[in-house]
Each structure stands twice: as C-alpha cells, then as structure tokens.
C-alpha cells in the first residue's frame, strides 16, 4: 500500500513549519552519514519554506524527486503524534515495518523458500485468528474468570496451532512451515507485551506492574519543603531469631520466639529515624505504633551495650535529645494501609494528640514511603540479614540458615537484637547521605533548628488534655457501682477488666453511685487507674483492690490474657493470691520444651507471639508494661515472687 506524496502545494503551512521538529543527534554517525544529513538538512528547509525544488535539489547535489522523497520521509507519522522530522535524513534508518507484497509460501517444501513478513501477512488476511491470539495474550488461557495467571508463549502457541488446524491444510501457510511458526509466535507475543499495555500487565504480575509505576517519568508536585512537614510509619518483618532462657524441669533452657517486628517513624525530607518500636508479636500492632511515635517525643539516651565489640559511634543518636531545640510535632503522618493504621487510637488519639493530618498509602504502593523501605534495605543488606541466626529473604535463599538452632547454641537472646537494631539506627542517622549532599540526616536537622540561621517556624507540640493524654493511655467511660440501700452497704468502686478500682476519695463519695466516671487507663501499668469527673474534675489515682492484680506489675495485654486463662480454667494454683505468678508458673510449665521440638510452636512460644508478653518494657522498644527479669528479653526465668515491685 503506497504511502501519499507530499509537495510544496499539498503541505499545509503547520506542516512546513520546521522549527518544530525533532532535533537529531549526529555525533554517534559516521563521517560520511554526517556529511549527507549536513548537505539535505538545508535543501530540505529550503524547499519547505520556498517551494523552489529545482533550486533546494541543486543545493543538496541530488536530482528532485530524491530531494522530495527525503522530504516524504521526514513527513512520516510518529507515535507521539507529530512527524519523524529531522530523523528522516539519517541513512539507513527503517521508519515503517516490512510488508509482504508476494504470495504466501505455499506447498510441502515451502519452509526452504523465503517466509518474511509471511506471518504478519498470515494475521491481516485472518482476523479472527489475530483476535484469539490477542485475546489469550492479554487474558490468558481458560474460561470465565478460572484463567491462567501467567501466560507463556508455549500456551499460545498451542492455542494458534489449534485454531489453524481447523482451517488450512498441511499445504498451506503456516502448517507447512517448521514446527507450525512457532517461532513468529514466540516473537509476536514478545512484541505485544512490549506495545500492549494490558497484555504486559498479565505478563509481568500484579506486584510487578505497581512498581512500573515508579520511574515513568511523571511525578507529583513536592508536599514537604521543611522537616517534620511528612512523617512516614512502617513495619518491616526482621527475619532473625533470639531467645529467651526459661527455667524448665531440667534447668535452664534456651527457646527460640518469634522474628522481630519493628515499627518505624522517618521524615520525608531530612531522612531522619525519629523512633521506633520493637516486639515479637506475630503482627504488629496499633499500640506498636504509638509506642514509636512516643519514643519520638521524648529524649534518647544510649541503651547498656553488653557486647563488647558493639558500641555507638560519636555523633550517633536520634534526634529528640542530639538536636538542640527539636520538638516532634509533625503536620501530617502517612502510614501504610494494614489494619492496626486504622485503629481508633490511631485515627483519634495519635491525631489529636499531636494535631496532624493523617494519610494513608495505597495498598502495595510501596513507593509512597519510599525513604522507610530504603531504610529497611539497607538495615537488611548492611546488619540484621548477616547476623548467623538470619533465616535468609526466603526459602529460595541459598545464604539461609537454621535460625532457631543458631540462636539456641551461640545463645543469641533478643536483648542483643534489641542492641544491635538500637545502634544500626542511631549510627544511620549520624551517617552522611549522598541524597543529603553528604550530610546526615541529623546535620539536616541541626541546620534547620539552629536558631541563628532558622528558615521556618517549627510546630509547637500540643500538651496533653484530659481529651487529649499522653500515647500509650486510654480514655473510657465507666459507671460508678456501689450501694448504700438499707440493710446493704457497698463502698463506690469502678471495674475495668475485671479488677475492681477505688480510692479512699471515691470509696467516701456515694454521690457518685451510678453516674460515670472518666478513666485514663494507663495500658502499660494496670495497677492504677485516674479518674475524672464528667465536668474535667480530677478524682485522683484509683488502685485495683484485689491482690491478685496489685502485687506485681502487669500490661493491659497480661491482665487479658490472664482472664482468658481464667475463664477456661488454665490457670495455676495461685500462691499468695498473686494472678500473674500464676500466669508465669502456667506458662514456665508450658514452655518447658525440648529446643530441638520447638518447630513445634508450644503454647507458651504461642502466647509470647500472640501478645501475651507483649508488655515487655524496652525504653519505649517495645510494649511498655509488664517489666519483670523473667520476661525481659535474654532474662532468666526466675521464681516470679523475687520480681515483684
């Protein structure tokens, strides 16, 4: 099919016009290419912009109908929508595909005689194979919506071999060509995938095709221009194991627990850690979060390293507490969209407590916290990953390890993770960044904070309320109970969790009998409670009446957990009335199992991953609560009566 011929007189005047053309590039050419663009580029604008082509034919030293078929050329359509340009005069370069003007091969022998463009000629004349074969490129094969992930080109092939052998004969084009044109199939399919949008979605994954949208060339406009205006939150599994030495039948015994999770909180701009929050539940969760960001509001100090080969370099540290005049009150916090970020204590509580937008990111669209998930590359490639306890990125590892069985015999205790991940992050953020012109992400902030050069008002940080407490605290509304009725006389008290509250303020005011009480439930010390009066009046401390909650120090997640094992009547015998002696002797005797069975997951491990020791105190590390020695990561499981505050 011959192509239209342009003049002078057919062009229209947008078309003649030059300057809009493509500018090429003639460095990369040979020296007589050159030397041939060079002589048409002018004749060529000449004729363009006089119509005088004898004349622009004389200039370019070539007979007129050459010049005008470079001019031809150059008028092309392109896939941007405009014309070749000046692309057109470089020789030798194809603009359109080949087209087959002869005759299918036809024939037994026709796989010796020459066969190009013979199976794109093959698909125009048959349409309706050209649409099967599309339509199992860009669907897959199957029925309805029982489709094939992933389609190789194997598959398709097949399907073209089925659809020509109900219509040709072994004579005819393609059966009488090797193996039935496989291979123009195969490059076929190739093409389509690299052309076709919804066949190369199918092609590359679901995953894949998320992370093609970065690097597309298009990007939003900057959100942040200053520190603390994004703060970004994530969890990132760490695939090492730690133990926890117990006190079994037999003496001591190192169990292996759960990988550690660990919660993060960067800015956006400076790349700055601002805190963390670690714990070796089996998913994260909301409380996790605000541990993190209230790590972040209060002044680091370094952890008692007890390795004697790791220690913090000078400068390192984070920054509440490393930079002068720094205070954590971010604008907006962008989180990613697992279930724990939607919790009221996230969606109420964290925003209000720190007067900040929130922002959720995209399911899978990782690259919206891309400055954590770089983080979290670099703690894996750089520190956690090679320790000998690491089980690898995978079962497909080949570097993997026996984690549980390294943890047990080097001794490996979580303490020592907890160490390791403290100062990997501190000297993170002591380290200069390329990104950063070379500083770090502290020196970013000093240079922000200084007040002599200060370029921007920071936020202030909003104090706490009684709407508005500390993270880690929960308001709730309870009724007062008691009775002062004839013949029954019962002091007012509140209940929370089945613990039973009250003061010698509360117990001597009946009044109060039956009208509720506000109560700011600190989750990680369950032993007291405060309490409000509904017009904001403060009542005071109210301390839990039975001994059982009051003798030792317990997280709001041990209190559940010990009514769970209450209720289905799993609990010790209860020496001294103390509830939580007897949660740890229940769980000391159930977690008495041989290391080498610990794949297992005995009921003990079990509740350890659930949560149920998730108030281990690590200085904001972890779930605040629950402090004794035999909880504490890497702490022998002692007589529970020594640990008793």
């Known amino acids: 099919m011959s192509r239209q011929r342009f003049t002078y007189k057919t062009l229209s005047a947008e078309l003649r016009d030059t300057s ?168 076929y399919v190739k093409d389509m995938i690299a052309s076709d949008a919804k066949a190369r979605s199918r092609a590359v994954g679901e995953a894949a095709k998320r992370a093609g949208q970065v690097g597309n060339g298009l990007w939003s406009f900057d959100l942040t221009t200053s520190p603390l205006d994004l703060v970004c939150i994530d969890a990132h599994h760490v695939d090492c194991i730690g133990t926890i030495e117990v006190e079994g039948p037999a003496g001591p015994q190192l169990i292996p627990i759960e990988r550690l999770w660990i919660y993060v909180v960067a800015d956006s701009e400076s790349r700055a ?116 306890t690491s089980v690898g990125s995978g079962p497909a590892d080949p570097k993997k390890t026996d984690g549980a069985a390294a943890a047990s015999k080097l001794k490996v205790t979580w303490q020592e993770l907890l160490d390791l991940l403290d100062v990997a992050i501190a000297e993170y953020n002591a380290k200069g960044q390329p990104g950063l012109g070379y500083r770090s992400p502290l020196e970013v902030l000093r240079d922000h904070f200084d007040r002599d050069r200060q370029r921007f008002v920071p936020r202030p940080q909003i104090p706490p309320t009684l709407l508005t407490p500390r993270l880690g605290v929960e308001i709730e509304t309870h009724t007062v109970r008691g009775s002062c009725a004839a013949g029954k006389l019962k002091r007012p008290y509140v209940q929370v969790d089945k613990g039973t509250y009250t003061s010698p303020e509360l117990a001597s005011q009946f009044a109060l009998i ?60 209860i020496r001294g009335g103390d509830y939580v002696e007897a949660f740890l002797v229940t769980d000391r005797r159930n977690g008495a199992t041989d290391v080498r069975h610990i794949g297992a997951r005995n009921r003990w491990v079990e509740r350890a991953s659930r949560g149920g020791y998730a108030g281990v105190d690590f200085e904001g590390f972890c779930d605040a609560g629950f402090a004794p020695a035999a909880i504490c990561f890497g702490a022998r499981y002692d007589c529970p009566s020594s640990t008793r505050q």
């Not at 493509?22 to 290419?33: F, K, L, Y």
């Not at 006089?50 to 007129?64: E, F, N, P």
């Not at 066969?115 to 860009?138: H, P, T």
């Not at 009542?539 to 030792?552: A, M, P, S």
């Open 20 to 187: 809009k053309w493509q500018v090429v590039d003639t460095s990369g050419m040979e020296s007589a290419a050159v030397e041939r663009f060079e002589r048409l580029m002018p004749a060529v604008k000449d004729y363009l912009s006089t119509g005088k082509l004898r004349a622009a034919a004389k200039t370019a030293q070539v007979s007129a109908d050459a010049l005008l078929d470079q001019v031809n050329r150059c008028l092309q359509p392109h896939t941007d929508g405009g014309v070749v340009g000046w692309a057109g005069l470089i020789y030798g370069l194809r603009l359109s595909d080949y087209e087959r003007t002869s005759e299918l091969p036809a024939g037994p022998n026709a796989s010796r005689k020459g066969a190009s463009g013979a199976f794109q000629r093959f698909l125009d004349e048959n349409l309706y194979i050209k649409k099967a074969l599309n339509e199992v490129i860009r669907k897959g094969t199957g029925q309805g919506k029982a489709r094939a992930a992933f389609t190789p080109a194997k598959a398709v092939w097949r399907t073209f071999v089925q659809l020509v052998e109900k219509r040709f004969t072994p004579d005819q084009y393609p059966r009488n060509q090797k193996n039935c044109a496989r291979r123009s199939v195969e490059r």
């Open 514 to 573: 039956g009208k509720p009480l506000v109560l700011h439930v600190h989750e990680e010390d369950m032993r007291t409670v405060e309490a409000f009066l509904e017009d904001g009046t403060r009542l005071g401390w109210l301390t839990v009446r039975e001994k059982g909650w009051r003798r030792t120090k317990h997280s709001r997640d041990i209190r559940k957990q010990i009514n769970r094992m209450r209720d289905a009547r799993e609990l010790a015998d």
């Open 273 to 388: 850690i601002y805190g963390y929050a670690a714990s070796f539940r089996t998913e994260p969760t909301a409380s996790q979060i605000e541990l993190a960001l209230d790590m972040a509001t209060k002044p680091w100090t370094p952890r008692e390293l007890k390795m004697g080969d790791v220690s913090y370099k000078e400068g390192a540290g984070f920054p509440m507490g490393c930079v002068d005049g720094f205070v954590f009150a971010p604008a907006a916090l962008r989180m990613d969209s697992a279930m724990q970020s939607f919790a009221n204590r996230i969606v109420h509580r964290v925003r209000r407590r720190f007067g900040c937008a929130l922002s959720w990111s995209a399911v899978g669209a990782w690259y919206h916290n891309d400055t954590i998930e770089r983080f979290f590359g670099l703690l894996e490639r750089f520190g956690l990953h090679r320790l000998p």
